[in-house]
């Protein structure tokens, strides 16, 4: 028979009806087209009331509901899983976990981590204190600063902690240099890496090294156009690590190669590090294979160079030498590591401290007449003037203004450890398997031992106990893992420093502080644009002013006329520079503006 399509809608207020679809129904029709069934149980009765709503209907909106509650429910139970696993430490430690959040399930505090910069720790620090907890990049982390915590953190290497690395970064820079090695291995190649940065090293590199910054200065002389400084800082210092570490002339072609790979190579290592086709990773592999070839040449020369009696000043050759020296042949693969190595690590840092001290000597007209003061007490004024490192190691003053900028604007923020075991730091546990971030530019800005920590005074070095301060300043790390090439970082800096005070002025092109960014070193979002000029250039515009008008004031840029009443500029708790010379009308210099 017929088959009912629908069920009834219920139209009375009170209805019933028995539901065609239960068991034992069977409907059809008779002669007549009167509607029977068939003499099987009674089935279940609805009731409803005041109801429009069609059976199947209503059955669809329950299965929804049931549907959605399942997930809702499923991902409740989860939360209060990440929730409770999250705050839990080691069961057998007293001591408290420290205070924070450990943000989203999985995700943790990773997207706030990354996009907040610099902010992300400094409110932490604000609302926990020296220690909190946090989750990013897929781990439980305490993250610490201060002199003590640090030091503890740095000198319990292989004790209390060991240093861990992205797997993406160890594929790209190589496993088999000094930063990826670990106990009597790290120790054993640390010895012969401080063969190659020693004094006499230090004196040999010193001739390549202040070529390379004096040719630099010179072409940013030149140009009539505001020269990006953070891009020309990298190529600098990519020019001096390439000729003193690697013993090739810079400006070569085979110089400009090298540094267009490693430069490429390099903005491509801190991305996404999945290997997908055309991604970062994927492009940073196929330039480090590049490299690697022409390092195999290079090192080849090197070799066979020393066989030959013609031993090169370079880094590379007296790692050579010292290998050798003590029964050690280095293979092919170890050396090339190791040379990516000191290519990566004396370029990345000293280009971020490079534009770092340009940007604050441009701010700091008074620093620059005192290093112009110093270099004429010692002679070394006159740009022809020639430099040993015996003169440079004179320039007291010079090394506080190398020192101030490290001090205000350290490259690398911090560093990450993994807990070796539970161990106890500033009254908290750190539970074994968690990440350890200890914080330089954080200990740097909230240590006691600097007053106002938020301005730049060179003048504060000197009456400063270096020994006692060790940990209050670190921009080379410390511990086992300081850095071994700190000397020559500092060198450069110094050279640097030297030549612009006694060759040329410059200023801030766009007049304001640009947004600082913190990864993969600090440094300027906009590049840093500035505009140099040389002395004879000053001293022309000058005459010319002069000649002009007998009222017209003197071409002022960076030191000329410049006082102990000048702007003497700070950072702030937020970030933001400003004037701290009540003397002068109070500039607020922001990320992004002036007023």
Not at 13 to 23: A, D, F, G, N
Not at 562 to 576: L, Q, V
């Amino acid at each position: 028979g017929d088959f009912l399509k629908s069920p009834p809608i219920c139209q009375n207020s009170h209805h019933s009806y028995k539901s065609p679809l239960s068991p034992g129904w069977r409907i059809g029709t008779d002669q007549s087209g009167a509607v029977h069934k068939s003499s099987f149980p009674e089935p279940q009765t609805y009731k409803f009331q005041h109801c429009r709503i069609p059976c199947s209907r209503q059955a669809m909106l329950v299965e929804v509901m049931l549907e959605a509650a399942v997930p809702l429910a499923l991902l409740l139970v989860l939360w209060k899983l990440w929730r409770s696993c999250s705050i839990q430490g080691d069961p057998t430690c007293s001591l408290p976990l420290p205070k924070g959040d450990m943000g989203l399930p999985f995700i943790g505090e990773t997207l706030a981590f990354v996009t907040q910069g610099a902010d992300f720790n400094r409110r932490r620090h604000d609302l926990y204190g020296d220690v909190f907890k946090t989750h990013i990049l897929g781990r439980p982390t305490v993250r610490v600063r201060g002199a003590d915590k640090v030091r503890k953190i740095l000198h319990g290497e292989n004790t209390l902690v060991t240093t861990i690395w992205p797997h993406s970064i160890r594929e790209v820079l190589g496993t088999q240099n000094l930063a990826m090695t670990f106990g009597d291995e790290h120790r054993f190649r640390k010895r012969i890496v401080m063969k190659a940065f020693n004094r006499d090293s230090m004196e040999s590199y010193l001739e390549s090294a202040y070529a390379v910054v004096k040719d630099t200065v010179a072409r940013w002389c030149d140009g009539r156009q505001p020269v990006l400084v953070y891009p020309a800082a990298r190529e600098m210092a990519f020019q001096s690590a390439v000729s003193s570490l690697i013993g090739v002339h810079s400006g070569s072609e085979e110089s400009q190669r090298v540094t267009v790979l490693f430069r490429d190579m390099v903005d491509n290592l801190f991305s996404l590090p999945i290997k997908i086709p055309f991604g970062g990773l994927t492009k940073a592999l196929r330039l480090r294979r590049t490299i690697d070839e022409w390092l195999e040449g290079h090192i080849q020369r090197k070799q066979e160079d020393i066989r030959s009696g013609n031993v090169g000043g370079d880094a590379l050759s007296r790692l050579l030498l010292a290998a050798r020296a003590i029964g050690q042949d280095l293979g092919n693969q170890e050396l090339q590591d190791t040379a990516v190595e000191l290519l990566f690590a004396g370029h990345a840092t000293t280009s971020s401290a490079a534009t770092s001290l340009i940007m604050h000597l441009a701010l700091q007209p008074q620093v620059v007449q005192k290093v112009r003061q110093e270099l004429e007490e010692h002679e070394l004024l006159q740009a022809d003037q020639p430099l040993s490192l015996e003169q440079v190691g004179r320039l007291t003053y010079v090394g506080q203004v190398v020192k101030e900028v490290l001090r205000i604007c350290p490259p690398v923020g911090g560093g990450f450890r993994k807990a070796l075991k539970t161990f106890e730091i500033g009254g908290f546990q750190v539970p074994e398997g968690w990440a350890v971030m200890y914080s330089i530019r954080d200990t740097h800005n909230s240590s006691q031992v600097f007053s106002s920590p938020e301005q730049f005074c060179p003048d504060r070095w000197e009456t400063a106990n270096t020994t006692a301060i060790r940990y209050d300043f670190l921009p080379f790390g410390g511990g086992p893992r300081a850095c071994v090439g700190k000397e020559f970082a500092k060198l450069q800096l110094k050279l640097l420093c030297v030549e612009l005070a006694r060759t040329c002025r410059w200023e801030l092109a766009e007049g304001k502080i640009p947004e600082i960014k913190t990864v993969p070193v600090l440094h300027p979002g906009d590049g840093l644009p500035v505009k140099f000029l040389s002395l004879d250039d000053v001293t022309e515009k000058q005459q010319e002013a002069e000649g002009s008008s007998a009222h017209a004031h003197p071409v002022l840029l960076n030191t000329d006329q410049a006082t102990e009443s000048d702007a003497c500029f700070a950072w702030d708790k937020n970030g933001n520079l400003h004037s701290t010379n009540e003397q002068n009308i109070v500039t607020i210099v922001t990320q992004g503006s002036m007023v």
